[in-house]
């Protein structure tokens, strides 16, 4: 049957009044006020005042897993909240069915003479792979008949803590040995830092992925070294190295020669189970066409991701574990009811408000309705060397979208807190804070004057504490002495501020939505188009009062 697209009129609030922006700040959430908190030391006055204003502002909290764009643009646009991808992997992993099922069944068939190779974040972090996983997979593959593996490891320090690959190399080699006691010929064959080397997202520098490419592939890095616990630590003692950036290195044997290039016949999984930052990959992989960069070698393997990546290219098209199926997202549902549509970000946080949002799925619903902005990101660099990013280009852009009276959503992800949030470093992230809030204000000023309604939210913590900390919250300090900086997401609550002045009168928060998260803004949203969310939608976060 096919869907009903018709949202139902709500009973109180008008069609496509005014033009609505959804505001995301990427990595901005409450937190107690101390020079950790850079939200707090930062100028921010637009989103003092959207927090001070009396009713308008409540805190959604975020997952009991620390929350992360993907989870949280899913959520935001799927309305509903699903099963994600590392549950899926996690429960066809215990059950066994990850052996069962398709994705497995065709690498396998290259297990008898040929090598499996794993490509993946080396992170307990557990936003785009975990540790664990990749440790079940290792020993599900030896006992299903692999004889030789070949690990490629990313280095995180991104979702965890800097400096603590070396523990997680540890971890694998010792891993790797045992499987070799019993036969079979396992190692690391390649590595680099995640920033530097293959996860680059949304096409904004492919030169990262080449790095990956020519190690794992062609066995080819400006580093060699025996072991990967000895390379970690090797590249470590560069000054200002740092796990996100550890240049490519691939392990050789007693004979200078790499132990693991991707040849003809092997099979290949990239572990990752978030997809942002492997589509890039899975291209280079599985494309017969591709022009991106020179990959000088085309092997002919047996590719498999840990998931589908992108649902609409079908990407790839081997996959260990089904992804979560995310439909009649709120964007779609919007569309086919007539709301034009406009969603913008700069290149590191575009597909957000776009892929994510829609449900891990690329392009338009209908392009007559919609349009989407990227605006390019700098690329090459760590972003608390340019902390205010794009975040004006973006203001801009939405505030010409609201102001030329073609769009009724706008839709915009403000990357400032999250980007340089990660990268530890807090002075440039409390810059990084005021021109997030610089930028909400160029988009609350335009709906001022449209006379529109605004949405601002966010998708999981960051910027508000930069400090590992103890049980009873005091920052933690390392064996130098010094604070230990976090570079990763928070669990913080955060905020969700509905107003502008084309919000009838009576409009409020309800009481009885204690546990509403971002899943709830959705239905809202549809609220503030004038519609009813679908039945099955988390329930929405206002009530018309009269
Ligand atoms: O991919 C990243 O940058 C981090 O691992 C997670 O950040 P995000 O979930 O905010 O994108
Ligand atoms: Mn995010
Ligand atoms: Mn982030």
Known sequence: MGTAWKLADHPKLPERSSPSPVVVLDGWAEASPDKYNCIHVADTPTMDSLRNAHGTAVGLPTDDDMGNSEVGHNALGAGRIYAQGAKLVDLALASGKIYEDEGFN??????A???LHLIGLLSDGGVHSRLDQLQLLLKGASERGAKRIRVHVLTDGRDVVDGSSVGFAETLEKDLAELCGKGIDAQVASGGGRMYVTMDRYENDWEV????????????????????????????EAPNANDQYL???VIVDENGKPVG????????????FRADRMTMLAQALEY?????????????IRYAGMLQYDGELKLPSHYLVSPPLIERTSGEYLVNNGIRTFA??????????????????????????????EIPSDSGITFNVQPKMKA?????????????????????????????????DIEATIVACKAADEAVKMILDAIEQVGGIYVVTADHGNAEDMVKRNKKGEPLVGKDGKVQIQTSHTLQPVPVAVGGPGLRGGVKFRKDVPNGGLANVAATVMNLHGFVAPDDYETTLIEVVD
């Open 113 to 115: 003479n040929n090598t």
């Open 106 to 111: 065709y690498i396998k068939e290259s297990f």
């Open 392 to 424: 004006l280009e973006i203001g801009e852009k939405a505030r010409d979208a609201i102001l030329s009276r073609k769009f009724d959503q706008i839709r915009v992800n403000i990357p400032n807190g999250d980007m340089v949030g990660h990268t530890g």
């Open 288 to 300: 017969e066409k591709f022009d991106k960069f020179d990959r000088v070698r085309f092997p002919k």
């Open 247 to 249: 240049p490519p290195f």
């Open 209 to 236: 992925v080449k790095r990956g490419w020519d190690a794992q592939v062609l066995g080819e890095a400006p580093h060699k070294f025996k072991s990967v616990v000895e390379g970690i630590k090797k590249l470590r």
């Open 344 to 373: 913008c970000s700069e290149t590191v946080k575009f597909g957000h408000v776009t892929f994510f949002w829609n449900g891990n799925r690329s392009g338009y619903f209908n392009s007559e309705l919609e349009e989407y902005v």
């Open 261 to 272: 290039p991707i040849m003809d016949g092997d099979a290949v999984v990239t572990f990752n």
